[in-house]
């Protein structure tokens, strides 16, 4: 795997979210364990993996269709974490809400960020 | 800087006499006066104002059990201090976590003692603290001593008897309720007056949990209960009509997109207002936010807010909105709902709604 791609993709994530990106890593669904990133975090690399596993257990108990692209958590401080899936790997960031804007964030860098992941991992 | 009294109250005179001369370093902070037992010291808290009470708990005449339980009705602001020689450090676990009573070890090291008394009176001088003696820890008590008695506890308008045998609770019973039933109740009361009698007549057990689970288990009953009563006068003064209203204005906001919603207490997933409610969807966003928290709590995360987002296969997507002992969850139509239009109108929208609803 292009393990450079991936550092320059997120560096790109970096320079269109500007200070408003606190973190971002890429990590193997599996293990939880980081294979990318910028500011990384371990901890919430591990966390965030953690919190894919329990919500497709839950939804998987309640015969709910399983997580799709992602998930995103509002939290205190107005930081948004967010979690993407993407085959067997995960891709998470920490965002300060006041600094970086949703919808920049929703419709232009993830799914061109994702795509481009994809296609990294995929080859 | 005012002088507090203690009162010690033990059976042997030399060791009254050493903790004294010992305990005059800190003449500044307290004073102390001493009981021979539980009778000697009832007449100095009648005759004297006390601050804190440091006793054990074998003794002749009157013991330190019926101390405690005359101070319960009598004397429930002072704090107290049990010694006692046939503890162990599990047991003073158990005992420190049960309330606001300290307990100490036989034989006794000075500079523990004084730091425990200390300790007790700066902490009862808080305005947040509770004082003497909790049922609970008077319980365990009973079973480190293996006393055999009976106990009538008062609380409020209620009244329950606990019946042991050498220690072991042998039986519970209020009005009616008698067995684990009644002894969960009971253990849960607050500001106890309780009396003790040194016979119990019951034979036959009649409590098949043993007391350390009767305990935990009542305290769990208790917040619960304590919780759904919350909930329940909150719901009183909730403004269903002004909800139902709001929930109609985002329905015309999101058209199609809005599939169902609904708004429930977090306490027992129950439904307060709703659009197509799906009663498994509520339960579902309401174990899924739960185990969000537990586990964000856990890793010392930045703690959950207003709310979370999935992206679900089959083009759906569920947003569920956190409020104090209500959450509002949304499911959605992917395909037909706007991100923007969601996170900058509807959700404003809703949380403003929500809080005039729940402050009308």
């Given at each position: 795997m292009d393990i450079k791609k991936l550092n320059e993709i997120l560096e790109k994530v970096k320079k269109e979210l500007g200070d408003g990106l606190l973190g971002t890593d890429i990590w193997v669904a599996a293990d939880g364990q980081a294979i990318a990133g910028v500011n990384p975090n371990p901890k919430a690399s591990a966390l965030m993996n953690r919190m894919v596993n329990i919500t497709n257990e839950a939804l998987k108990d309640a015969k709910f269709p399983l997580l799709g692209k992602y998930f995103l958590h509002h939290l205190e401080g107005e930081h948004i974490g967010m979690t993407t899936l993407i085959g067997d790997y995960r891709w998470g960031m920490l965002v300060d809400g006041t600094k970086a804007q949703l919808g920049l964030l929703l419709n232009v860098v993830v799914p061109e960020t994702m795509e481009a992941i994809k296609e990294v991992v995929s080859a | 800087m005012v002088v507090k009294n203690i009162l010690i109250v033990d059976d042997e005179k030399p060791f009254l006499l050493s903790l004294t001369d010992g305990l005059a370093a800190y003449a500044e902070e307290f004073t102390v006066v001493t009981a021979l037992n539980g009778k000697e010291a009832i007449k100095v808290l009648d005759s004297s104002e006390i601050d804190l009470v440091v006793t054990d708990l074998r003794m002749p005449t009157m013991d330190g059990f019926e101390l405690l339980a005359h101070m319960s009705s009598n004397y429930p602001g002072i704090p107290v201090i049990v010694m006692t020689a046939y503890g162990t450090p599990a047991i003073e676990e158990r005992l420190q976590k049960m309330g606001t009573f300290q307990y100490l070890e036989k034989p006794l090291d000075l500079n523990i003692l004084a730091d425990k008394i200390t300790d007790a009176l700066e902490s009862s001088s808080s305005p947040d603290h509770l004082h003497g003696i909790t049922l609970a820890a008077f319980l365990q008590l009973l079973e480190m001593e293996s006393k055999t008695c009976t106990l009538t506890v008062q609380s409020q308008d209620k009244e329950g008897c606990l019946y042991f045998v050498k220690g072991e609770l042998m039986q519970a019973e209020t009005g009616k309720v008698k067995g684990d039933e009644a002894a969960l109740d009971i253990v849960a009361w607050e500001n106890v007056a309780i009396e003790i009698q040194y016979v119990c007549t019951v034979k036959k057990k009649g409590i098949g949990m043993p007391l350390a689970e009767i305990l935990m288990e009542g305290f769990r009953l208790k917040d619960e209960k304590n919780e759904k009563e919350s909930v329940a006068e909150k719901e009183e003064k909730m403004d269903v009509k002004k909800l139902n209203g709001i929930i109609k204005e985002i329905k015309e906001d999101l058209g199609e997109a809005l599939i169902s919603t609904d708004i429930w207490?977090?306490?027992?997933?129950?439904?307060?207002a709703g659009f197509n409610s799906n009663a498994k969807a509520a339960a579902l966003l309401n174990r899924v936010g739960q185990q969000f928290i537990d586990a964000i709590t856990g890793a010392k995360f930045h703690a959950l807010d207003k709310y979370y987002i999935l992206d679900l296969q089959d083009n759906k997507l569920v947003i569920c909105l956190m409020f104090p002992d209500y959450w509002w969850g949304m499911l959605l139509d992917s395909d037909k709902v706007q991100l923007g239009l969601l996170l900058n109108v509807v959700v404003p929208k809703a949380m403003d709604g929500f809080n005039t609803a729940v402050s009308a």
């Open positions: - | 207490a977090t306490a027992d997933g129950q439904t307060l």
